[in-house]
């Protein structure tokens, strides 16, 4: 439905709860409810109209409006309609009706307002911290506005652990990290095995924070933000400076000239491409299969070097600024990325014809680390995970953006919802990326690479961006503000959302499949863990102590 | 059988590769033209506007103030991103991003570029640097007193300084 | 006899110290050249045991004596093993031991490792030894087997005359000698601890399994092990199915027993750099199916075919 229909069918249901709704284009709309209503609203939104939850945004809003406010983010796929339920809770009485109870997905997002805010979901299915270490004190939330970015806490109790639940009967606990080979950032999983096989699994991570969001908020401006904004990931860096970008503009109603967006959309496919390669080797040495872990990689960097020669450096291309981008595509630059593509396309099916009929690797792919379609759609899994099981959610084709609603292509999905699917539906996407280079070389027209902004951005307006990561959606909000820096800047890397499935996709697998498992969603913790406060000069190292590190890493230790 | 004859592909794949390591450092691996690499500053050209300075990411050019005469431009490069702003907001192209990569060293102080710049009668109104839009204005304008001895930028993240060559009541706020 | 025999030992031990590191090299140089790579040297693990040689001690497990004992133990069982192999001449312990004792050293090896995980006593390497032991009790009586199945054949037990290509029998087609050939050749990487079937030290799973609380000299001792552990395999392997052209006189018998054995290298390494590693359940199973054919393999070698 467009957002004209839903905002009608809000008003019918809700009546004088309904505030106000803001429709700044057909593929927008911001609902403005009580706060009593929330939690009906938010019911009615993603069980009974079927939307897909997106993320929870907390911000202290008090210097502007007196009152904190809370939103749902959510998604129509289908109705290509991105929308958010706002609400304002006030200062005296920082509480909110949680919606996890009817939207599992919801989990982390509210615990997050919880810890960073100070905005307590009434009803959590599982109060328990999340972002902030342990040892905190209570009471000292970050992104509130009067807490200084550079913060650091009295009265830090290095000695308060984590409450993990109880062993399911009959389980003994193997410690998966802070440290583990095929993990590349700490990440803490307490799994509980009985023999070989996994009957449980608890979570603790968010241990590499950084504090990018409150230093957006504090101290960067609108055009250092993208520089940081790429060093979410260090992967996906392109995804995440090209969304807030993106969600910037839409709320200065700016909108980058067509050379940009196809410059956008180029360097945006070239980050997938060596994404999914990486991944690819990667999970084939989790798999052992060493030779084409290094294939992989061989075959993936001749794309490092065409990206370092079109944009002055591997990985952080460093390409947007609020209204285009920083530099320009050369015709010899064109004719050599056209030339790696055809290389690069003929060995990769290659190897994908090689790899289709290996049965060794698919020994252990097939029936592995299975999230079917109910499991997606109940946590709102996205990306290749949710594609792999059938699903066909693509913000390129979904919620358009860049120079994506000129270009074809096909949204890659494969049934079966196991590890297997996922490699083949990461193999065949980078042919899918290639043909989307190959016609946006032949769509670019010569022009303007920047927009020319005249006027400072308008103040307190709410933009939305959902941009396909390699690894699925990467959605940003951003509130603008004044000194030329956003009020708020809220990062969802679609790692956050996937990873809140990995327990449920280990559960009654095999010891051995927890590596691969989790290695499947293509986990980027850096891109999760975005947020932290803390000086790390001083506090963060005490974090984890030395006792508390070898006690996680050596458990079972009697 | 199938499965054997994925395996002779795959083992195929690589036997016709070859060998591709690179014997890097042994031999030099220059960078391509476009290379963002450590960024040099030309104080022959600099005209010590402090536009890089506004315009750091990493917040790692600092300006100082000794006189009314001496203007001092330092930059740290420890937190460099080597995103390559300073260089693109330059009005005078003194800042060119070289295409050194092997910056490693023991001593932070091996990065550092220290420029002292004459300012002639400057009034350090801020026009000498061409905005490239509302969104790069020099957010201190005036004079500037960045922490040299500690090597911290001074933040003022409540606002700008506007039309005042002098500042008196700054709030040095240490990072 | 008995001073020749000594000799012989000695030189045996001796032959297979110095040459199992660089069969080690050579696995390595091959696996990298189909990796597009460079490699290490051919002669890097003998760099790299002299520098875990000259590490401190670090005693990091449960039972440090353990885990030293485990390390002697491992390393001396498998040079005992070489002793009683024909290494490109007749074997030197002639009188000493039967095939039985083979097989019983050979388990011993095995248990070693297993010793070195419970002496370590760690999670991980609990579970290592765990996987250890499963796949020991679905690969030893295969190899059992094989030997058995020589031994009916030649009618003794006798070390030499069972190592001596004894599987295939006396005429007609060998058909239990080429059964057997074709299971021992489909579980040889487990033996020797390589892709597809090294489950117990998975590095990415479990991280080095059984070896994870080892370090420096013990851990040398170890990993020279499993180098010599690598040839003394391969000599076995070609001993009983690959016998023809040792028997000719020296220096050519020699020379073609060791190219064989350089041939049996090479082709673990082709197969581990091919190959994912397998889970323990779908090895165990793939063991259980070839003891199975090894057996009724024994049986026709005990109805002469």
Known sequence: ?558 | MTSLLSKIREVMVGWNAGRVTLPYPAAPAPPPPRFRGRPIFDATKCIGCAGCANNCPAREILVYDVCQEIRILKYLGRRCTYCGRCADVCPEGAITMSGEFENATPAIGDIEQRLELFMSTCQRCGRCFTEPSPLEQLKLKGYRFDDLEHDRWVFRSQGYLENSPVVDDLTIELD | MELLSILGCVANAGLVLALAPLGEGVLRKVTARLQSRQGPPLLQPYFDLLKLLGKEDIESGETPHVQRGAGYLALATVLTVACLLPLGFRTPLTGAGDVILLVYLITLAGICTLLAGWGAGSTYALLGSSREMMTMMALEPLFAVSLVAGAVQTGSCQVDRVLDGSVYGAGGIPWSGLILLATMALAFPAFVQRLPFDVAEAETEIMEGALIEYSGPKLALFKYAQMVKLLVYSALFVALFVPWGSGWAFPFGWLVFWGKVLAMVLLVTAVAASHARYRIDQALRHFARLLVLAVGALVLACYGL
Not at chain 1, 288 to 316: C, H, Y
């Open chain 1, 1 to 558: 439905m467009v957002a004209r229909d839903l905002l009608n069918r809000l008003k019918e249901m809700l009546g004088p709860a309904l505030l106000r709704v803001d429709t700044p284009a057909d593929d927008r709309i911001f609902i403005h409810v009580e706060r009593d209503a929330i939690r009906a609203v938010c019911r009615h939104v993603f069980r009974d109209l079927g939307a897909r939850y997106v993320i929870s945004i907390g911000a202290d809003d008090r210097p502007f409006s007196g009152q904190y406010l809370v939103a749902h983010d959510f998604a129509f796929d289908a109705a290509h309609l991105l929308g958010s339920v706002v609400t304002h809770v006030p200062e005296g009485d920082p509480r909110l009706d949680s919606i996890t109870p009817d939207v599992p997905a919801a989990n982390w997002a509210e615990r997050e307002l919880r810890d960073l805010v100070g905005i307590e979901p009434v009803g959590h299915v599982e109060p328990k911290r999340l972002i902030l270490p342990d040892g905190w004190p209570e009471g000292a939330h970050p992104l509130r506005k009067d807490v200084a970015w550079n913060f650091v806490p009295e009265g830090y109790d290095p000695e308060r652990a984590f409450k993990f639940g109880e062993p399911p009967p009959g389980c003994t606990v193997v410690p998966f990290g802070p440290f583990h080979p095929t993990l590349d950032e700490p990440a803490h999983f307490r799994l509980y095995v009985e023999g070989e096989v996994v009957r449980g699994c608890e979570y603790r991570g968010f241990m590499v924070h950084r504090g990018i969001e409150k230093l957006a908020e504090s101290v960067l401006s609108y055009n250092d933000i993208p520089m940081a904004a790429e060093r979410i990931c260090g992967i996906c860096g392109c995804v995440h400076n090209v969304a807030y970008a993106q969600a910037v503009e839409e709320a200065a109603v700016l909108r980058a000239p067509p050379r940009a967006e196809y410059i956008r959309t180029i360097m945006l496919e070239i980050e997938r491409l060596h994404s999914h390669l990486l991944w690819v080797g990667l999970a084939c040495h989790i798999l052992g299969f060493d030779t084409l872990f290094m294939q992989s990689f061989r075959i993936r960097e001749p794309v490092m070097w065409i990206a370092e020669k079109i944009s002055g450096n591997r990985k952080t291309y460093a390409l947007c600024l609020i209204g285009g981008v920083r530099w320009d595509l050369t015709l010899e630059l064109i004719a050599e990325l056209r030339r790696v593509l055809d290389t690069l396309e003929a060995e990769w099916r290659a190897v994908i014809k090689a790899v289709l009929g290996d049965k060794n690797v698919q020994q252990r792919a097939r029936g592995v680390g299975v999230a079917d379609r109910s499991l997606v759609q109940e946590l709102s899994l996205i990306g290749p995970v949710a594609r792999a099981a059938g699903v066909p959610l693509d913000c390129r084709r979904d919620h358009p953006y860049a120079a994506y609603d000129r270009v074809e292509f096909e949204v890659v999905t494969h049934e079966g919802g196991d590890v297997w699917a996922r490699i083949v539906v990461r193999m065949k996407e980078v042919l899918q990326s290639i043909e989307i280079i190959r016609q946006c070389l032949d769509k670019m027209e010569p022009g303007p690479i920047q927009l020319a902004i005249t006027d400072e951005l308008p103040v307190g307006r709410y933009g939305l961006s959902s941009v396909e990561a390699p690894r699925g959606e990467s959605h940003h909000f951003v509130i603008t503000g004044e000194n030329h820096r956003p009020r708020r800047w809220r990062v969802r890397a679609p790692t956050y959302q996937n990873l809140q499935a990995v327990p449920a996709m280990i559960k009654d697998q095999q010891l051995a499949d927890m590596t691969i498992t989790l290695g499947s969603i293509d986990p980027c913790f850096s891109c999760t863990d975005r947020f932290e406060i803390v000086d790390l000069a001083t506090s963060t190292t005490r974090v984890w102590s030395a006792e508390e590190l070898a006690r996680l890493a050596r458990a079972g230790r009697r």
